[in-house]
């Protein structure tokens, strides 16, 4: 398998700007998840999918961020407008339900510089 | 709300020594998930260990071990006969049991440093 697939792996845009981050997760899992990483928060979750429905988006920061899963296979996060703030690396994970701890495997990240 | 800290930004070792790095968290529920993660330079996410908080038996990898203790509400880890390998962030997490609608997310520490000094 080829793993979490994130893209683009770095995006630097303008303040003001759209920012559109994309995630494929692990064939036959069910489960994905939205991460941020920044230096001052550290690793904080921003929004999860079950079965494609939203679970718990209280960790989005601002109503600037939205994310979509429009089927099993494909999801987005979007920033509109971006901010210098919002600069972190996004990580997308997704994990399967197999009756015990469900293990998250994360994507390579992507890094985002707002300027 | 459950947190996770992790005490020590910054932790070195000698190559071949043995090092422990302590998480403590702090939750209401009585059943659980604790998972050490490693980070690398390349910033790749990867599961190192995981515990059941309803085992009372602790988690071994090869040279990774916990030391969890439930009433305290700390997961150590202990990692022995350090690599150069090893040298990465190394992240501590907590994830509730599943409610019956799937998985849930990741609470992380802060993180701690690990150096490994050859």
């Known amino acids: 398998d080829a793993g979490v697939i994130q893209s683009p792996r770095h995006e630097v845009t303008e303040m003001g700007q759209e920012v559109t981050l994309r995630c494929k997760p692990i064939s036959g899992h069910n489960s994905l998840f939205w991460y941020r990483q920044t230096m001052m928060r550290g690793l904080e979750l921003l929004i999860y999918?079950?079965?494609?429905?939203?679970?718990?988006d209280s960790g989005m920061p601002e109503d600037r961020f939205s994310a979509k899963m429009p089927n099993a296979s494909f999801s987005t996060l979007k920033i509109q407008p971006s901010e210098p703030r919002d600069s972190a690396v996004y990580f997308c994970?997704?994990?399967?339900?197999?009756?015990?701890?469900?293990?998250?495997?994360f994507g390579p990240g992507t890094r985002l510089t707002v300027t | 709300a459950q947190t996770v800290t992790q005490s020590q930004p910054e932790m070195s070792v000698q190559e071949a020594e043995t090092v422990t790095l302590s998480c403590t968290y702090d939750t209401s529920e009585s059943d659980y998930y604790l998972f050490w993660y490693k980070q690398p330079p390349s910033r790749q996410m990867i599961l190192v260990i995981r515990?059941?908080?309803?085992?009372?038996q602790n988690a071994t990898e090869n040279r990774f071990s916990v030391n969890f203790q439930k009433a305290a509400k700390s997961f150590s880890l202990k990692i022995s006969d350090s690599q150069l390998g090893d040298a990465a962030m190394y992240f501590c997490a907590y994830r509730r049991a599943e409610t019956g609608g799937g998985a849930d997310g990741l609470t992380f520490g802060k993180g701690t440093h690990l150096i490994i000094q050859p």
């Open positions: 515990q059941e908080a309803y085992k009372q």
């Open positions: 999918f079950n079965n494609n429905v939203p679970i718990d």
């Open positions: 994970a997704s994990s399967f339900r197999r009756g015990g701890g469900y293990e998250q495997y």
